[in-house]
């Protein structure tokens, strides 16, 4: 009954309309929009009729028909709703997202109808950090689920759980298969260092270098190469080596220097240590050779010290390579040019120079011109009367003025005088006045036998 009413109410409404209405209704329901809408009346019901039901059902295989997509019911939409969500369990560690940073807890997306939330004790924070110090909004991080839901409906997650067992899995697996893993030195405690590599990591003293180790403290902060060398995840322990993959570095660098080099060789090494008779030097992986003292300088050096110090950079000549010894004898003196090639051209016999008393024996004293060339004044040329004793006259540091008397280049030796040059007095010419020789103190020294007498044997050559 309602429905002929109001089918015939609607017929008579749609005679009364003019040509344009009514075509514009059917444009209206061409495209599928009710031109008119009827509003259901009250007691009618929300379930369709028979006949209704019939017509949808075909007006749907009619759709299917012509290749158009059925509108999903809101039942099918909410089972895609709820498949687009991650199933998760306590204990699982799954990717999340950060969406948020907060002083006291972060959020994570992992794909759940909730966002997670971390709180600060779960961040695995050292002392000092904050949470906006170890992540950052949009950074994926590895998260270990503690509860699927909290008095506050979020998912309870942990960092520090997901870490800690990331990083056993990670040890595990470098022990067995000796791997080298890197990690920070966070602390210097008694025996040792301790390191982050995902839980607390201890390094013995004994292996942290190759050699002892006197401050550790210059360790804390740099990352350190490491090999695992105990693991016991029941005590939460861990021990590793610095010293291991430092000796291993070691060989394999020792047996490609005694390969690579060769005696008469120039290389560039570093100087590691200093000692009373010379200095070690690191020529390439920790392969040190010998510098002796007496291959530091053409001259006579005092201390090695003197000509080198820790951690310089130098050039040095191989002298000689022993594989079996496993020793390296380096030069720097090779390296400098040799002052005595042009020693007669810069010191001509009669050329009056300045130099530096070295050392005094008992024969004379030795002076230095130029670094790689000292000179010998003996003991009757340090001045113009008798010297009983070097010393007497002359002492080591004291800069005096020579004269060359002789130069021998070959035998790396030249003769200096400390006297005043004395004019030729021609050959047999007897006697003379002679200036008296005086001491520093203006008494005349005693007068030997030789000297009165130290024309004699020309006198006999004349004759």
Same mark, same amino acid.
């Given at each position: 009954?309602?429905?002929?009413?109001?089918?015939?109410?609607?017929e008579?409404?749609?005679?009364a309309?003019?040509e344009?209405?009514?075509?514009?209704?059917?444009?209206d329901?061409?495209?599928? $929009?009710?031109?008119?809408?009827?509003?259901?009346?009250?007691?009618?019901?929300?379930?369709?009729s028979a006949?209704?039901?019939?017509?949808?059902?075909?007006?749907?295989? *009619?759709s299917?028909?012509?290749g $158009?997509?059925?509108?999903?019911?809101?039942?099918?939409?909410?089972?895609?709703?709820d498949?687009?969500f991650?199933?998760?369990e306590?204990g699982?560690?799954?990717?999340?997202?950060?969406?948020?940073?907060?002083?006291?807890?972060?959020?994570?997306?992992?794909?759940?109808?909730?966002?997670?939330?971390i709180?600060?004790?779960?961040?695995?924070?050292?002392s000092?950090?904050?949470p906006?110090?170890v992540?950052?909004?949009?950074?994926?991080? +590895?998260v270990f689920?503690l509860k699927i $839901?909290?008095a506050?409906? %979020?998912?309870?997650?942990?960092?520090?759980?997901?870490?800690?067992?990331m990083?056993w899995?990670?040890?595990?697996?470098?022990?067995?298969?000796?791997?080298?893993?890197?990690?920070?030195?966070?602390?210097?405690?008694?025996g040792?260092l301790?390191?982050d590599v995902?839980?607390?990591?201890?390094?013995?003293?004994?292996?942290?270098?190759r %050699?002892?180790?006197? %401050?550790l403290e210059?360790?804390?902060g740099?990352?350190?190469?490491l090999?695992?060398?105990?693991l016991?995840r029941q005590r939460?322990?861990?021990?590793?080596s610095?010293k291991?993959?430092l000796e291993?570095?070691?060989e394999?660098?020792?047996a490609?220097?005694?390969?690579k080099?060769? *005696?008469?060789?120039?290389v560039?090494?570093?100087?590691?240590?200093?000692?009373d008779?010379?200095?070690?030097?690191?020529v390439?992986?920790?392969?040190?050779?010998?510098?002796?003292?007496?291959?530091?300088?053409?001259?006579?050096?005092?201390?090695?010290?003197?000509?080198?110090?820790?951690?310089q950079?130098?050039?040095?000549?191989?002298l000689?390579? +022993?594989?079996e010894?496993?020793?390296?004898s380096?030069?720097?003196r090779?390296?400098?040019?040799?002052?005595w090639?042009?020693?007669?051209e810069r010191?001509p016999?009669?050329?009056t120079?300045?130099?530096?008393?070295?050392?005094v024996?008992?024969?004379?004293?030795?002076?230095k011109?130029?670094?790689?060339i000292?000179?010998l004044?003996?003991?009757?040329?340090?001045?113009?009367?008798?010297? %009983?004793?070097?010393? *007497?006259?002359?002492?080591p540091?004291?800069e005096?003025?020579?004269?060359?008397?002789?130069?021998?280049?070959?035998?790396?030796?030249?003769?200096?005088?400390?006297?005043?040059?004395?004019? *030729?007095?021609?050959?047999?010419?007897?006697?003379?006045?002679?200036p008296?020789?005086?001491t520093t103190?203006?008494?005349?020294?005693?007068v030997?036998?030789?000297?009165?007498?130290e024309?004699?044997?020309?006198?006999?050559?004349d004759q």
């Open positions: 009954m309602i429905e002929r009413q109001d089918g015939g109410a609607f008579t409404e749609v005679a309309m003019d344009e209405q009514k075509q514009d209704l059917g444009q329901a061409g495209t599928g $929009e009710a031109g008119l809408h009827r509003e259901p009346e009250a007691g009618a019901g929300s379930e369709p006949g209704e039901a019939a017509e949808a059902a075909g007006a749907a295989e *009619e299917a028909a012509d $158009e997509t059925p509108v999903d019911s809101p039942s099918d939409k909410m089972a895609e709703y498949a687009s991650v199933t998760l306590p699982q560690i799954v990717k999340g997202k950060v969406v948020q940073v907060g002083d006291g807890e972060v959020m994570v997306d992992v794909g759940y109808k909730f966002e997670g939330r709180p600060l004790y779960e961040l695995g924070l050292r000092g950090q904050t906006h110090d992540v950052s909004v949009g950074d994926e991080i +590895d689920v $839901e909290d506050e409906g %979020n998912v309870l997650l942990s960092k520090r759980r997901a870490d800690s067992r990083a899995q990670r040890l595990e697996r470098a022990m067995a298969n000796g791997e080298v893993i890197e990690a920070p030195v966070i602390e210097r405690v008694k040792g301790l390191v995902g839980v607390r990591g201890f390094i013995p003293a004994s292996h942290v270098g %050699n002892y180790v006197e %401050n210059e360790y804390v740099q990352t350190l190469r090999k695992v060398i105990e016991d939460n322990n861990v021990v590793l610095h291991q993959v291993e570095e070691y394999r660098a020792k490609e220097a005694f390969a080099l060769k *005696e008469g060789t120039i560039t090494g570093v100087v590691r240590r200093i000692t008779f010379g200095a070690f030097v690191d390439g992986g920790g392969v040190e050779g010998l510098l002796h003292v007496s291959e530091m300088a053409w001259s006579r050096v005092a201390h090695p010290s003197d000509v080198v110090k820790e951690g950079t130098i050039e040095v000549m191989v000689k390579v +022993d594989p010894s496993e020793r390296i380096l030069s720097l090779e390296t400098l040019p040799d002052p090639l042009a020693a007669a010191y016999v009669g050329a120079v300045q130099g530096t008393v070295t050392r024996v008992d024969f004379g004293a030795f002076v011109l130029e670094d790689g000292e000179g004044v003996h003991i009757s040329q340090l001045a113009d009367y008798h010297v %009983n004793d070097p010393a *007497e006259v002359v002492r540091g004291d005096v003025e020579v004269r060359v008397v002789s130069v021998d280049p070959e035998r790396r030796r030249i003769g200096l005088s400390m006297r005043s040059p004395q004019p *030729e007095r021609p050959r047999g010419r007897r006697g003379g006045s002679r008296e020789p005086r103190s203006g008494e005349a020294p005693p030997t036998l030789g000297e009165v007498f024309d004699l044997g020309n006198l006999f050559k």
